[in-house]
């Protein structure tokens, strides 16, 4: 759109346009600007600029820096629209603050030599550098530049600075006096974090400037700031920030100055033989030389004692991942492979496979290739914790995908190896999918559910189409629903089960009301019977989808129902009794649909007999993450058919779950007097073990036993009654990274990492003679999350490093006494833990010895407690203390 010969009323001065830039078209821009930067005219401002870094809890403390300088300013060629400034960076200094006695250096190397700018009507085109080496020194020029880039002309617009390429929005106070604000700032640059929410590091900024011009439209005054707290999601106010606050203002005219010559601005350069630059800042990264730099080869064999078995399930193992996770991205497959023959490491060979899988680079894969071996139990412990760790990683790499996959295309004879490595493609394949710019459509995510599917209708038995099945479940693609619904729908009841388990993991989003309609004919066995796990996990996703005042109506009429699987009723009831502890307006709507219906509103249906349970709890809160702790157990003839127990991370309203402990068994009524052969539905052969889901992995199951012969060897050799290791790793929670260009020229660096590292055992005792049975599961969880904030420059480096470690404990212990009626009493207790907080902030001078330092350490004592199930579980653990 070209307007020609108007003219309008700018605040108090009539501007002549020719061609305006409005900010709701890219109109060419005119002379809003009057005579600003009049050529052969040189002026000088004063220029301030003050860094500091504090923690988000206390911002009083901080520490940073002032660079002082004056700045010549002339315009050496130009016309009417396009200008030459020639910039001079004169008597800078730089001071550390805060302290009584301040370090003074003067940045003789700053003012070595002019550079120049393209200013064309307020935006700057492009910058002329001279040929320097110091990345530093050329960012402190850009940000000086960038001061001249600024409109007189209310609105949006689009700005490249060293802020990055930002929507920028102008608002004038007066004729003379604007405000600008900088939001949506992309800088190129690597940038990482994690998809679920709890994990992530949220970065509040503000970039703003204050600005006044003469009545010519020359700049006179700016002052601007950049401000970013960076926070790790799962903590209260847990993180860091930095302010950058400049001034630029003039403080006089000097006179004239010699213009340059040149029909063009090409040629006016080209006479100055400088080198054409942008204003996006380079990243200068922090400079160490021999003996100073860290290798993970050097790092390895530091914390090696941390890196043993008997640290794992505490804060040290986390640690120690996280330290080297850092290095160990940028190191060769040649130095793993040192790493790996070590003969004094190969005690560490188990947290070493953890360290790779979290790596996920190629070069860590090739190294680990070598170990994916099978033939012996030890060989195999070692390569499934490789794919263990590969399968919870947030930055999956398609060319490993790729590679396991052809591993898993020629079928490896270990079916245990087999099982784990499906497992992990599966797992990696829907992260993969989740990051930005993939998707399930994604060719490799395709491939792996291609693959899946094409081997889970090959098989014939049970055992297999579990295990396919169970990959499906990790991968989670919304392409599988159909295969999973007609499983669900018409397979054993094995694969029944494991096909709903899949179902229930997926997303709520998904379930329209063809969805809704098979669940519930599932649940209310409408067109035949269904397994009551099957049942209960149809029921837990109606659940999921928030009923309304019909639809809870229909659920809780089942109660009255003449089913005769007593136990689904107690576990609807449990689970409605869970949910309305945690929300209020749930529990008004069950109030009400109970209350208006006079036969269920009665002891005989809502005291409904049965052992199942369903509870939530809060198991931490601040100054602790928040996390609630879910437990549900199935029982079936008086003995546990499905239970498990979720620690889950909270974050607002999003859960993230970090670990789940599930437990399976069944044909173990024979062993029990239920004294209820209808409702006693198990008569399948015995069978006992365990389920792990690590940060929404599920991981090949762990079978106790399995035949009844098996069974009875176990209770008379003893074997189950001794703590026996179920499940041993350390694994990334948060993986974040990014980066905050401020406008001084300098990039800040974010970036946290969290690991939890978790000793999981368990030993089961059974008493035939005294009809009684006794287990533990013991949890010992080590968890550590370390962020950082850093400037890195050839004059300064800031650097600000927090951290928090926790050892949470969890025991779950049952007794069963089933010498006459079934008494079932549960514990769950949580340990005494100790929080430590620690926050460092430091300044160095580099090529100097300079060195500042402020350290801030806090300790929170975090009570154990007991949690409450219910009443029922009271009175029973009562009886049995008595007996």
């Known amino acids: 759109m070209n307007i020609t010969n108007i003219i309008i009323l700018h605040g108090f001065r009539y501007i002549n346009i020719s061609t305006v830039p409005l900010p709701f078209g890219f109109v060419s821009v005119s002379t809003a600007f009057g005579d600003a930067f009049q050529l052969g005219t040189e002026q000088t401002y004063s220029y301030w600029n003050e860094v500091r870094i504090g923690s988000a809890r206390n911002a009083s403390h901080t520490l940073g820096y002032i660079v002082k300088a004056k700045i010549n300013l002339g315009t050496v060629w130009g016309d009417d ?87 920028v929005y102008y608002t004038s106070h007066s004729s003379t006096r604007y405000h600008k604000a900088k939001n949506s700032c992309q800088f190129p640059g690597d940038r990482h ?135 160990g991205r940028e190191t060769s497959t040649e130095d793993f492979q040192r790493i790996l023959k070590a003969k004094t490491l190969q005690d560490q060979k188990g947290q070493l496979m953890d360290l790779l899988g979290a790596i996920q680079t190629p070069e860590a894969h090739e190294a680990a290739k070598s170990l994916l071996r099978y033939e012996s139990d030890e060989e195999l412990v070692v390569a499934e914790r490789y794919l263990q760790a590969l399968a919870v990683g947030a930055r999956p790499q398609e060319g490993v995908i790729a590679d396991l996959l052809e591993t898993a295309t020629n079928k490896p004879k270990n079916d245990k190896f087999y099982d784990s490595l499906l497992q992990t493609i599966a797992s990696m394949a829907h992260r ?129 129902s003449d089913d005769k699987v007593y136990e689904v009723k107690q576990y609807l009831l449990q ?92 044909g173990l009524s024979s062993f029990v007097n239920s004294g209820d052969a209808e409702e006693n539905e198990d008569d399948s052969d015995s069978i006992a073990g365990m389920e792990l889901s690590v940060q929404g992995s599920v991981l090949r199951p762990l079978i106790f036993f399995d035949g009844k012969g098996e069974l009875m ?80 420059s050839s004059f300064i480096a800031l650097r600000l490093h927090f951290e928090v470690t926790q050892e949470p404990q969890l025991h779950l212990t049952s007794d069963l006494d089933f010498s006459g009626d079934n008494v079932l009493c549960m514990q769950l207790l949580q340990s005494n833990s100790i929080q430590n907080q620690r926050h460092q902030k430091t300044l160095t001078i580099p090529k100097t010895t300079y060195r500042k330092a402020q350290t801030t350490t806090i300790t929170h004592k975090i009570p154990g407690r007991t949690h409450a199930l219910n009443q029922k579980n009271n009175d029973m653990c009562n009886l049995i203390a008595k007996s």
Not at 581 to 595: N, Q, W, Y
Not at 754 to 769: E, F, H, K, R, Y
Request: glycine share 6%.
């Open 81 to 167: 629209e396009h200008k030459l400034l020639r910039l001079q960076i004169v008597d800078p200094v730089m001071y550390t603050t805060p302290g009584n006695v301040k370090h003074v250096t003067t940045l003789t190397d700053v003012s070595a030599s002019s550079f120049y700018v393209h200013w064309n009507l307020g935006q700057i085109k492009k910058i002329f550098l001279s040929e320097e080496s110091d990345l530093s020194l050329s960012n402190f020029k850009k940000g000086i530049a960038a001061f001249f880039q600024y409109q007189l002309l209310d609105g949006k617009y689009s700005e490249e600075d060293p802020s990055g390429k930002c929507d």
């Open 193 to 327: 974090e994690r998809t679920e929410f709890p994990l992530r590091s949220l970065a509040r900024t503000v970039r703003s400037a204050d600005f006044t011009v003469s009545t010519e439209g020359t700049l006179e005054k700016v002052m601007a700031q950049d401000y970013v707290k960076y926070l790790v999601n799962a903590y209260d106010n847990f993180g860091a920030f930095v302010e950058s606050t400049s001034k630029l203002e003039i403080i006089g005219n000097s006179g004239k100055v010699d213009t340059v010559q040149g029909a063009t601005l090409e040629d006016a350069v080209g006479s100055l033989q400088l080198k054409e630059d942008n204003l996006l800042p380079v990243e200068v990264e922090k400079e160490c030389s021999g003996e100073n730099c860290d290798t993970l080869v050097k790092l390895v064999k530091e914390l090696k004692k941390d890196l043993t078995n008997e640290k794992i399930g505490k804060q040290q193992s986390s640690s120690a991942l996280i330290k080297l996770v850092q290095l």
């Open 432 to 560: 993969f999918a989740r990051l930005p710019g993939h998707s399930y459509d994604s060719e490799i995510v395709e491939k792996v559910k291609d693959f899946l599917i094409e081997q889970l209708e090959r098989c014939g038995k049970d055992k297999c189409k579990d295990k396919f099945v169970r990959a499906l479940n990790n991968l989670k693609s919304p392409k599988t629903l159909e295969t999973l619904v007609k499983l669900a729908q018409e397979g054993s009841t094995k694969v029944s089960v494991a096909a709903m388990k899949a179902l229930r993991s997926f997303s709520v989003f998904l379930w329209n009301d063809d969805y809704k309609a098979i669940f519930e004919d599932i649940f209310f066995q409408v067109s035949k019977k269904y397994d009551s796990s099957a049942r209960a996990l149809a029921l837990d996703i109606l659940l999921d989808l928030k009923p309304d005042y019909e639809e809870l109506t229909h659920l809780v009429q089942h109660l009255k």
């Open 575 to 666: 689970k409605l009794n869970m949910i309305a502890d945690r929300c209020p307006d749930f529990a008004e709507l069950l109030k009400r649909v109970i209350r208006e219906d006079p036969k269920l509103n009665n002891y005989h249906v809502i005291g409904a007999r049965g052992l199942s349970t369903a509870l939530t709890r809060t198991y931490s809160t601040v100054p602790s993450f928040n996390a609630s702790l879910e437990s549900l157990q199935e029982m079936s003839g008086g003995v546990l058919k499905r239970g498990l127990v979720d620690l889950g991370l909270e974050v607002g309203e999003e859960k993230f779950s970090m670990f789940t402990l599930g437990l399976f068994a069944g």
């Open 713 to 792: 060897g176990h209770v008379w050799s003893g074997t189950a009654s001794e703590p026996t290791p179920a499940y041993q790793a350390t694994t990334l929670l948060q993986d974040n990274e990014e980066r905050f260009p401020l406008q001084n020229g300098i990039v800040v660096k974010l970036n946290t990492l969290g690991a939890i590292s978790i000793d999981l055992n368990g030993q089961v005792t059974l008493s035939i003679w005294g009809r009684n049975a006794h287990s533990k599961v013991e949890q010992n969880t080590g968890i550590a999350v370390s962020g950082s904030l850093s400037l890195e």
